[in-house]
Protein backbone atom coordinates (compact mmCIF):
# COMPACT_ATOMS: atom_id res chain seq x y z
CA UNK A 1 0.00 0.00 0.00
CA UNK A 2 1.88 3.62 -0.95
CA UNK A 3 1.86 5.95 1.16
CA UNK A 4 -0.86 7.96 -0.10
CA UNK A 5 -3.22 5.06 0.05
CA UNK A 6 -2.11 4.78 3.96
CA UNK A 7 -3.04 8.19 4.59
CA UNK A 8 -6.53 8.17 2.85
CA UNK A 9 -7.30 4.83 4.96
CA UNK A 10 -6.19 6.80 8.12
CA UNK A 11 -8.37 9.70 7.33
CA UNK A 12 -11.47 7.64 6.63
CA UNK A 13 -10.91 5.78 9.70
CA UNK A 14 -10.34 9.38 11.43
CA UNK A 15 -13.53 10.56 9.82
CA UNK A 16 -15.69 7.17 10.62
CA UNK A 17 -14.37 7.55 14.15
CA UNK A 18 -15.77 11.31 14.41
CA UNK A 19 -19.18 9.78 13.18
CA UNK A 20 -18.77 10.77 10.19
CA UNK A 21 -20.67 9.69 6.77
CA UNK A 22 -18.33 8.94 3.83
CA UNK A 23 -19.85 8.68 0.62
CA UNK A 24 -18.17 7.08 -2.45
CA UNK A 25 -17.17 9.68 -5.07
CA UNK A 26 -19.75 9.94 -7.77
CA UNK A 27 -22.03 9.18 -5.56
CA UNK A 28 -26.04 10.26 -6.99
CA UNK A 29 -27.61 13.83 -6.13
CA UNK A 30 -29.97 11.39 -4.22
CA UNK A 31 -28.08 9.52 -2.63
CA UNK A 32 -26.35 13.18 -1.23
CA UNK A 33 -30.00 14.36 -0.21
CA UNK A 34 -30.31 11.18 2.49
CA UNK A 35 -26.93 12.48 3.65
CA UNK A 36 -26.60 15.61 6.17
CA UNK A 37 -24.54 19.03 5.76
CA UNK A 38 -21.40 18.21 7.56
CA UNK A 39 -21.10 14.75 5.66
CA UNK A 40 -22.03 16.15 2.37
CA UNK A 41 -19.08 18.56 3.12
CA UNK A 42 -16.88 15.72 4.03
CA UNK A 43 -17.68 13.60 1.26
CA UNK A 44 -16.95 16.64 -1.49
CA UNK A 45 -13.46 16.33 -0.07
CA UNK A 46 -12.19 19.82 -0.35
CA UNK A 47 -13.35 20.98 2.76
CA UNK A 48 -11.24 19.26 5.14
CA UNK A 49 -10.11 22.79 7.09
CA UNK A 50 -13.81 23.68 7.34
CA UNK A 51 -14.54 19.84 9.02
CA UNK A 52 -11.46 20.23 11.35
CA UNK A 53 -12.52 23.81 12.37
CA UNK A 54 -16.46 22.54 13.33
CA UNK A 55 -14.82 19.66 15.13
CA UNK A 56 -12.91 21.91 16.75
CA UNK A 57 -15.37 24.52 17.78
CA UNK A 58 -17.74 21.50 18.86
CA UNK A 59 -20.21 22.46 16.15
CA UNK A 60 -20.19 18.30 14.13
CA UNK A 61 -23.67 17.59 16.11
CA UNK A 62 -25.28 21.27 15.42
CA UNK A 63 -24.71 21.13 11.73
CA UNK A 64 -25.68 17.23 11.57
CA UNK A 65 -29.07 18.38 13.47
CA UNK A 66 -32.66 18.53 12.07
CA UNK A 67 -32.14 21.95 10.33
CA UNK A 68 -32.69 23.11 7.85
CA UNK A 69 -29.48 25.07 7.47
CA UNK A 70 -27.87 27.19 4.63
CA UNK A 71 -24.15 27.02 5.15
CA UNK A 72 -21.78 29.13 3.23
CA UNK A 73 -19.33 26.62 2.87
CA UNK A 74 -15.30 27.75 2.35
CA UNK A 75 -13.15 25.53 0.69
CA UNK A 76 -9.28 24.82 1.74
CA UNK A 77 -8.37 27.02 -0.91
CA UNK A 78 -10.19 30.13 1.20
CA UNK A 79 -8.93 29.11 3.95
CA UNK A 80 -5.46 28.81 2.66
CA UNK A 81 -5.79 32.84 1.62
CA UNK A 82 -6.09 33.41 5.15
CA UNK A 83 -2.84 35.35 6.56
CA UNK A 84 -0.15 32.87 7.94
CA UNK A 85 -0.94 30.80 11.46
CA UNK A 86 -4.35 32.23 11.28
CA UNK A 87 -5.77 29.32 11.10
CA UNK A 88 -3.89 27.40 13.87
CA UNK A 89 -4.74 30.41 16.21
CA UNK A 90 -8.28 29.81 15.24
CA UNK A 91 -8.56 26.31 16.19
CA UNK A 92 -6.94 26.85 19.51
CA UNK A 93 -9.28 29.59 20.36
CA UNK A 94 -13.10 27.75 20.21
CA UNK A 95 -14.78 30.85 20.96
CA UNK A 96 -13.62 33.04 18.04
CA UNK A 97 -13.83 29.76 15.60
CA UNK A 98 -17.28 29.43 16.64
CA UNK A 99 -18.71 32.89 16.01
CA UNK A 100 -16.78 33.11 12.60
CA UNK A 101 -18.06 29.48 11.75
CA UNK A 102 -21.86 30.58 12.69
CA UNK A 103 -21.44 33.56 10.83
CA UNK A 104 -21.18 30.90 7.91
CA UNK A 105 -24.57 29.52 8.61
CA UNK A 106 -28.06 31.13 7.77
CA UNK A 107 -31.27 28.99 9.45
CA UNK A 108 -33.36 27.71 6.66
CA UNK A 109 -33.26 26.14 3.42
CA UNK A 110 -32.37 29.23 1.52
CA UNK A 111 -31.82 28.02 -2.65
CA UNK A 112 -29.87 30.06 -4.88
CA UNK A 113 -32.96 31.43 -7.20
CA UNK A 114 -33.87 33.04 -3.44
CA UNK A 115 -30.26 33.87 -2.43
CA UNK A 116 -30.07 36.18 -5.42
CA UNK A 117 -33.59 38.13 -3.97
CA UNK A 118 -31.72 38.91 -1.12
CA UNK A 119 -29.84 42.18 0.37
CA UNK A 120 -28.34 40.89 3.31
CA UNK A 121 -29.02 37.17 5.37
CA UNK A 122 -29.19 36.85 9.41
CA UNK A 123 -26.61 34.54 10.37
CA UNK A 124 -26.88 32.06 13.35
CA UNK A 125 -24.21 34.25 14.87
CA UNK A 126 -26.46 37.15 14.93
CA UNK A 127 -25.37 39.54 12.53
CA UNK A 128 -25.84 39.47 8.89
CA UNK A 129 -24.19 38.68 5.69
CA UNK A 130 -24.48 41.20 3.06
CA UNK A 131 -25.11 39.71 -0.23
CA UNK A 132 -24.50 41.28 -3.90
CA UNK A 133 -25.14 40.00 -7.38
CA UNK A 134 -22.78 41.71 -9.46
CA UNK A 135 -22.61 40.54 -13.36
CA UNK A 136 -24.45 37.49 -13.08
CA UNK A 137 -22.33 36.50 -9.91
CA UNK A 138 -23.51 36.10 -6.34
CA UNK A 139 -21.02 37.54 -3.36
CA UNK A 140 -21.89 36.96 0.31
CA UNK A 141 -19.71 39.85 2.51
CA UNK A 142 -16.39 39.36 -0.32
CA UNK A 143 -16.96 35.77 -0.53
CA UNK A 144 -17.77 34.75 -4.78
CA UNK A 145 -20.45 31.70 -4.18
CA UNK A 146 -18.95 29.23 -6.67
CA UNK A 147 -20.91 26.61 -6.31
CA UNK A 148 -24.79 26.19 -5.33
CA UNK A 149 -27.42 24.54 -4.49
CA UNK A 150 -25.59 21.70 -2.78
CA UNK A 151 -28.50 19.69 -1.51
CA UNK A 152 -28.48 17.71 1.88
CA UNK A 153 -30.82 16.36 4.52
CA UNK A 154 -31.09 19.14 6.55
CA UNK A 155 -30.27 21.93 4.14
CA UNK A 156 -28.02 23.03 1.54
CA UNK A 157 -24.81 24.11 0.88
CA UNK A 158 -23.33 27.10 -1.49
CA UNK A 159 -19.35 27.19 -1.92
CA UNK A 160 -17.70 30.14 -1.64
CA UNK A 161 -14.00 31.05 -2.33
CA UNK A 162 -12.94 32.57 0.69
CA UNK A 163 -13.86 33.08 4.73
CA UNK A 164 -15.93 35.40 5.88
CA UNK A 165 -15.35 37.45 9.16
CA UNK A 166 -17.86 38.42 11.26
CA UNK A 167 -17.96 42.56 12.02
Known amino acids: MTLKAKLASLMLVGLIGLGLTVMPVGATDDQMKKVDIVDTAVAAGSFKTLATALQAAGLIETLKGKGPF????????????????????LLQDKEKLTKILLYHVVAGNVMAKDVVKLKS???????????????????????????????????VIHVIDTVIMPK
Open 70 to 89: TVFAPTDEAFAKLPAGTVEA
Open 121 to 155: AKTVQGSSVKIMVKGGKVMVDNANVVKTDIAASNG
